[in-house]
């Protein structure tokens, strides 16, 4: 039951529902407080009303904060994840409460980001504000629309098609020798990753009981799309994974990520192989298995990619060796 009164030079709506607060609000006139009460009515009878004063105090910093806490913890990424939302928390959209997050805020927070990173940084930025967003929405009862979807995404950047040549695969080789203070376990690693197409972290993390030298296979137990795989290993990965010692508890390739990126990015820029990736490896070993695997079935069992379009990413043919199957 809504009630109007006549408060100075405005008119005072009152609305009473069992079950919810009193909601007040003054109006200039009395035909403005009566479609704000109606509104409001219909709102609380469809199940769909929410208290304006709660989501005018959180803001949006609120929301990162707590999702940092509750959410990203439980996600393989959160490592990554939390390095995001701490630069997201030190832009200024951060401190705006939630009732005022509207598309042209989130749109001027991607034209700044796009001035300090690339759009696919900015694409991820954007996708985990929408999840933070639909997060509340649905288990934190904040009722605000999302005003992620109404802004337009940067275009995506064209997908890497860097792949190693066998020239360059032994120059760079040849600059990870274990010479001095090189790291002995670098160039086995390298070679895995050309073999086998496992990603960096797969590799890292890749542990003696989980290889099967004799039936030459790996086994992964937990992967980037969720799920276990069995890697089957060349015979040239056998070799290299031998020379690293006998099999012991821990991880074949004991290196951390960071002092891993750094040697390599040191060998690759002495090899002259610079702006080379250690992704770009997986790259190159998809498009030489598949030259032995013409059974895409196969190869994305091997590779772990779960749809025929992510695997495309992957697999770079020449035109020349296609020329010479067509005769």
Not at 282 to 287: K, L, V, Y
Request: proline share 6%; glycine share 6%.
């Amino acid at each position: 039951m809504a009630a109007f009164r006549k408060r100075g030079t405005g008119w005072q709506a009152r609305v009473r529902r069992a079950g919810y607060p009193d909601e007040v609000k003054t109006f200039p006139t009395r035909a403005e407080a009566e479609r704000w009460a109606r509104s409001v009515e219909g709102e609380m009878d469809r199940g769909e009303f929410a208290d304006q004063r709660e989501v005018a105090r959180t803001t949006l910093g609120d929301l990162v904060r707590r999702y940092m806490v509750e959410v990203t913890p439980s996600k393989r990424g959160a490592r990554d994840e939390v390095i995001r939302l701490n630069a997201m928390l030190r832009n200024r959209i951060c401190g705006l409460s939630v009732a005022n997050l509207a598309p042209q805020e989130v749109a001027r927070y991607r034209d700044e980001r796009l001035q300090v990173c690339g759009a696919a940084t900015v694409i991820r930025d954007l996708a985990v504000l929408s999840s933070i967003v639909n997060h509340a929405r649905r288990e934190w009862g904040i009722r605000i629309q999302n005003p992620v979807a109404l802004v337009r995404k940067p275009a995506a950047p064209a997908g890497r098609d860097r792949v190693l040549s066998e020239v360059e695969e032994l120059r760079l080789l040849e600059e990870l020798e274990p010479r001095g203070r090189r790291n002995p376990y670098m160039r086995p690693l390298v070679i895995a990753a050309i073999e086998t197409a496992m990603r960096r972290g797969e590799l890292l993390t890749l542990q003696w009981e989980h290889v099967d030298l004799v039936r030459r296979v790996a086994f992964l137990p937990m992967t980037k799309n969720g799920r276990p795989r069995y890697v089957p290993l060349s015979s040239r990965v056998v070799r290299v994974i031998e020379s690293t010692g006998s099999p012991q508890p821990g991880r074949v390739f004991p290196i951390g990520i960071a002092a891993m990126e750094a040697a390599f990015s040191r060998a690759a820029g002495r090899a002259g192989l610079r702006g080379l990736h250690f992704h770009d490896l997986r790259h190159t070993a998809t498009s030489r298995i598949a030259r032995k695997l013409p059974n895409v079935i196969e190869l994305a069992a091997l590779t772990g990619h779960e749809s025929l379009q992510m695997l495309k990413r992957y697999f770079h043919p020449q035109a020349s060796e296609i020329a010479l199957k067509l005769g």
